[in-house]
């Protein structure tokens, strides 16, 4: 079965503040990797996502990601933040197109202008 | 881009009513479907799949009798919570993959939730 470890519950930056939150999955097989995020009072939007090639994924918003296969993880960063990144950010795996998604347990990011 | 939305937004019932939830794609056809429940401060929980033609695949834990799927179009997904009790409180989210202008998409599409409120 496939797992994600977020290990950042809650995470307090200034603008301009670089960002970076970890992720982790648990999965033996193929897997495709998604950050999502959730503004206040609004529905999951895709931030990025990566499926295969290069490593480095770049997303909306200013956002990328790092495939690190050896390590498991897929860490979110964005070089300055702003206070409109002030929102919940989920880390999430699938086993394949179609296939259900695992998600973690969100990162509740307050950027504090 | 493609859109799924949910119907109603918050719904408000009596313990041991029943209550229906739609999702629906809007502009895509949505051959599998994925309903979550997402309690305070915490993840989205996957509760089942919902196939377009066929019966709905569920989570370990997930009573099937109470949680009703049906997903008899490609744009269109119900859940019923049947005899409804307080801890079924929740936010409920759908999501979608599906086909658009033909080509398949890679990506899940999330409605905006319902809000559930058993008394």
């Known amino acids: 079965a496939q797992s994600v470890s977020q290990h950042n519950h809650h995470v307090i930056l200034s603008e301009a503040a670089s960002l970076e939150l970890g992720c982790n999955y648990s999965?033996?097989?193929?897997?495709?990797l998604f950050w999502y995020v959730q503004y206040p009072g609004q529905h999951l939007q895709l931030l990025l996502k990566?499926?295969?090639?290069?490593?480095l994924v770049k997303g909306i918003k200013g956002f990328e990601a790092e495939f690190i296969k050896s390590k498991f993880s897929f860490n979110l960063r964005k070089p300055s933040v702003q206070w409109s990144d002030t929102a919940e950010y989920f880390c999430?795996?699938?086993?394949?197109?179609?296939?259900?998604?695992?998600f973690g347990t969100g990162t509740k990011l307050q950027v504090i202008p | 881009g493609a859109v799924v939305s949910q119907h109603p937004s918050r719904v408000i019932c009596k313990s041991g009513t029943s209550v229906k939830i739609e999702c629906r794609s809007l502009?895509?056809?949505?051959?599998?479907m994925f309903w979550y429940r997402q309690f305070p401060k915490q993840s989205l929980m996957l509760m089942a799949t919902?196939?377009?033609?066929?019966?709905?695949?569920?989570e370990q834990g997930v009573e099937k009798d109470k949680f009703l799927i049906n997903h008899a179009s490609l744009t269109l997904s119900t859940l019923t919570v049947t005899s409804a009790h307080p801890e079924d409180s929740s936010f409920y989210i759908c999501?979608?993959?599906?086909?658009?202008?033909?080509?398949?998409?890679?990506?899940?599409?999330f409605g905006p939730g319902t809000r559930l409120t058993v008394l």
């Open positions: 999430a795996v699938s086993s394949g197109g179609y296939q259900k998604v695992t």
């Open positions: 502009d895509f056809q949505a051959t599998t």
């Open positions: 999965y033996g097989g193929t897997v495709n």
């Open positions: 919902s196939n377009e033609g066929s019966k709905a695949t569920y």
């Open positions: 999501s979608a993959w599906g086909n658009s202008g033909g080509r398949s998409t890679d990506t899940q599409y």
């Open positions: 990566y499926f295969s090639g290069d490593p």
